[in-house]
């Protein structure tokens, strides 16, 4: 059965217009929108002992701050928040976010049900998203997807974090193994660096060490 009542919290307005378009495509007359989490939040505790509370709640990670002040910063917080009113609240996440390690967390510990990505088409994947949502199966775009497949297929040593933080330092590859002695990490040679380093690169398929680190970077491994 299709949502009867859905929350968005969404502060551009023209990204509400759109999300407000596929509520009506899909059928959903009672829809309730807010700029900002604190009203959201406030919508959620007066509606949720009634007889018609929020069956979805779809929102923004990040929230640009103007003249209110708000006691949550973002769309982390208020799905944090609501999970302690009512836990059973379908959730999906819409929001340019790509960062791997950020959505990791968004499912396994504030268990949303869905995540789509501000992209080309994704009015389409929204909608598909609702509609699988409503099977009560869980949801990502298909480009992220394959991002977080991607990430999980290499796993990353504490030596291997050791050396790209090091990288991402400014640390010098050939001065590396200096710092591996004096903290008496093994291996501490050169030669082990360097195996390293083009084993990760060639895993993931970077051609330079800089990619390596930048790719640490976005997903949160260092």
Do not use: W
């Amino acid at each position: 059965m299709m949502f009867k009542k859905v929350l968005i919290a969404e502060d551009h307005e023209t990204t509400s217009i759109s999300i407000r378009k596929t509520m009506d495509d899909l059928g959903i007359a009672k829809t309730e929108y807010t700029y900002y989490c604190d009203d959201a939040l406030m919508l959620i505790q007066k509606n949720a002992t009634t007889e018609e509370p929020f069956d979805l709640l779809i929102t923004d990670l990040s929230f640009e701050e103007d003249h209110r002040k708000q006691k949550l910063a973002g769309g982390m917080e208020l799905v944090e928040a609501v999970r302690a009113i009512q836990p059973n609240l379908k959730v999906l996440v819409f929001s340019a976010e790509n960062k791997a390690s950020v959505i990791d967390t968004l499912f396994k510990q504030l268990k949303i049900n869905a995540f789509v990505r501000k992209a080309r088409h994704d009015a389409k994947d929204l909608k598909l998203a609702i509609e699988t949502m409503v099977k009560n199966q869980p949801y990502i775009s298909a480009t992220l997807k394959h991002i977080i497949n991607q990430k999980n297929a290499y796993e990353f040593t504490s030596f291997d974090i050791t050396i790209i933080s090091l990288l991402s330092q400014g640390t010098l590859q050939k001065e590396i193994p200096v710092y591996l002695l004096e903290n008496n990490i093994k291996p501490s040679g050169l030669s082990s660096v360097e195996k390293r380093l083009n084993y990760m690169k060639e895993a993931l398929n970077f051609s330079k060490n800089e990619q390596l680190v930048a790719y640490c970077k976005d997903f949160g491994i260092i």
